[in-house]
Structures are given as C-alpha cells and as structure tokens.
C-alpha cells in the first residue's frame, strides 16, 4: 500500500519527496535499478558524500515502500532497451498518482478527526460565555430574562452537530490548503488560507447551521432539548426553519472562517521565520488567540444579525439581512450591533487559544503514530 511522502522534522525523520523526481529521471537512463547507482551529480564526489548517501536512504525506502518484491522483481527482469521505457514510466506515474490519492485521504482525514476534537473541546468549555453573549444579543426580543440561569441549556445537542461540522470544515481546509500552497507562489499563501477558509465553512455550514438554530433557541429559553426543538422548529416552520437566517450566517461565518485561519496562518509563519524554529505550544495557543480575538471583534455586528434572524421563529419580526439592520439601528440605536462585543471577544480570543492548540497537538500526535508506522513497518509494507 502507498503512503504519502511527509516530511516531520521534530521527529528527525523524513522520506525524501524528491525520490520521485529522481525516479523519473532514471527512467530515461534505464529504469529503477539505476536508482542505487546514481552518481551524486551535484557534488561530483563519486557517491561518498552525505548528500549521496542521503539519496541512497531515500531511494531505498522509495524502493521498499511504494512497490512489493514481486514488483521489483519484474522491474529487474526487464530490459534496458528503449522499448521498455514507456513501461516504466507508466509504472512510476502509476506510483506516484497513488502517492497522490492517499496524500489526499491521509489530509483529509488527519483534518477531520483534529477538527472534531478542537471543535469539541472548545464548545464544551466555553459554552457558558456563548449562552450569555446569545442573550445580550437577543434581549431586544424578550429572550430569557435570566442571564446566568441554565448556562449549559442546549450544550448535548450543540456538540452532536459540532463534532461533525469541525471534521468537516478542517477535513475541507487542510487539502485545500495544501494543494493551493504547492501551486502559489509564498508571497500568495494567504490567498491559499483564505480559500481554504471559505471552502471549508461553505460546505460545513450545511451542518452548523440547523445546529446553530437549535442551540440559541435552547439557549435563549425556546425550548428544553434538542429533540423538541427539532420537532417544534419543523412542524410550524418546516425544514426551511432549521435554516433561518442561513444567509445571514454565511454572512457572518465565511468571512469569519477566511480571516481567523489566514490571519492565524500569517501570524504563525511570520514568527516562525522571525525566531527560526518551530513554535512551541504556548505560541501556537497565544497565535490563536490573537486570531481569534481580532476576528470577533471585526465580525460582532455580523453575529448580532444573524442571532437576531435565527431566533425570531414562526413571528417574522425581520424580513431579511436588510430590514434587521434597518430595524435594529431605528429602533434600538447603532451601538446595539456591538451587543455582546466582550463576551464575544472573550469567547473567541480564549476559543482560538483552545482551538487552534487542540488541533495542532492533535495533528502533530496522529503525524508522528503515521510516521512509527512507517518505520516500524516490514519492508514491502505500510
């Protein structure tokens, strides 16, 4: 079975990516077995050099990983005639598009199960300051009178969507990320980010917002579980009312999405270059915090808009995205798009911290159990 090529230096191990490029390249002189016997070209030193032996180390694991002794033992019988060559080019593309493909799958799922443990570690331990910021945004529309009363109301329901929609959204982000990155200059990695952004809260917005709706209706007193809430929703408004104010989220949430991880990405790599080493979890958790403080604050009036359309329910007090704010800012005052301003800030600053530390801790540990098993595996397997 083919791995993807990775490249872990904390572990100070690495399989070389440019064994696929010298693989092409010696199929022109004759196939795999000139692999071994590749002069060090650069150096000129015969093959003794560290560099030489380097590629050694790499083609062999090339060798040993991505094609089983039967392969092998083909490859060696075939001949070094020009006839041969379309063969072994065929079968090194063949190699490298199933690279490729598990690349992809080891991306996607590497982001999937990061993001649904970030996601579920934040949400449980900062839904209180969620439920007070919900209420302060929902005051104007008789919500629950009690502040601090039933902090949790909603928090089982909430984490059964969150789960899912933190797989998706990093399950998303991270290939796309990748496959921006390795087609963009560096001076445009933060096209890359803010892409991928967007991509991943586009498509797990079809998860978080019935999620979203269920939760600020508990929380602002609507209802006493998740399942009533969902039979109630249904019944007097349809499936449409387990969308409400879906726009309007968009609204908040793929700007929101874009600017927190690319913000989060830049700042990353412009400390990493300024200290020239590896951040330690302390600066990764301090960076997201940072990321996610700025962007709550930029996108409150957003959040106010789209709490206001989501719990309104079956009365239709707003029409739209245009008639809430119209509405809003007639009748309660332009300062009132910035209700909830600290505990949102607070919320996310302290949720980014959490987050984005989860994750990256989370990616690390599944990066170096992939890489053990690679190392520890028998030759011709993986």
Request: aromatic share 8%; charged share 20%.
């Amino acid at each position: 079975m083919a791995v993807s090529m990775l490249q872990l230096s904390r572990s100070g191990a690495h399989v070389d990516v440019e064994t696929s490029r010298s693989a092409r390249h010696c199929v022109g002189d004759g196939g795999f077995w000139n692999l071994r016997k590749r002069d060090c070209s650069l150096h000129q030193c015969g093959g003794n050099c560290g560099a030489e032996r380097q590629h050694q180390r790499s083609v062999d694991s090339f060798l040993s990983r991505f094609s089983n002794a039967d392969s092998r033992k083909r490859c060696e019988k075939l001949k070094r005639s020009p006839a041969d060559r379309p063969l072994l080019k065929f079968t090194v593309s063949s190699v490298q598009e199933t690279q490729k493909a598990a690349s992809l799958l080891h991306d996607i799922y590497v982001g999937a199960v990061a993001g649904a443990t970030a996601g579920v570690v934040v949400e449980a331990a900062l839904y209180p300051i969620d439920t007070i910021k919900t209420r302060l945004q929902a005051a104007h529309l008789g919500g629950n009178p009690s502040l601090f009363k039933g902090l949790y109301s909603g928090l089982a329901g909430n984490l059964a969507g969150v789960l899912p929609a933190s797989a998706v959204f990093v399950g998303v982000y991270e290939p796309v990320k990748r496959k921006l990155l390795s087609v963009l200059p560096d001076q445009f990695s933060s096209i890359a980010h803010l892409t991928a952004g967007v991509c991943g809260g586009g498509i797990s917005s079809l998860i978080r917002v019935p999620t979203e709706v269920v939760k600020q209706r508990m929380q602002t007193g609507q209802f006493v579980s998740p399942q009533s809430a969902v039979r109630q929703i249904v019944a007097k408004e349809g499936i449409r009312g387990l969308y409400a104010g879906f726009r309007s989220f968009l609204l908040r949430d793929l700007p929101f999405d874009a600017f927190q991880f690319c913000i989060y990405e830049q700042l990353k790599i412009s400390y990493a270059k300024r200290v020239r080493r590896e951040l330690n979890d302390t600066e990764t958790a301090f960076i997201g915090a940072i990321a996610g403080a700025m962007t709550g604050a930029v996108t409150t009036p957003l959040d106010v808009i789209k709490t206001r359309l989501m719990i309104q329910g079956p009365n239709q007090q707003y029409k739209g995205i245009q008639d809430c704010v119209v509405k809003i800012i007639r009748d309660e005052g332009a300062g009132t798009l910035f209700q909830g301003l600290g505990p949102r800030i607070l919320w996310i600053g302290v949720g980014g911290s959490i987050f984005f530390g989860a994750l990256e801790k989370t990616k690390e540990s599944m990066e170096e159990r992939s890489l053990s098993k690679i190392i520890t595996a028998p030759a011709g397997y993986v």
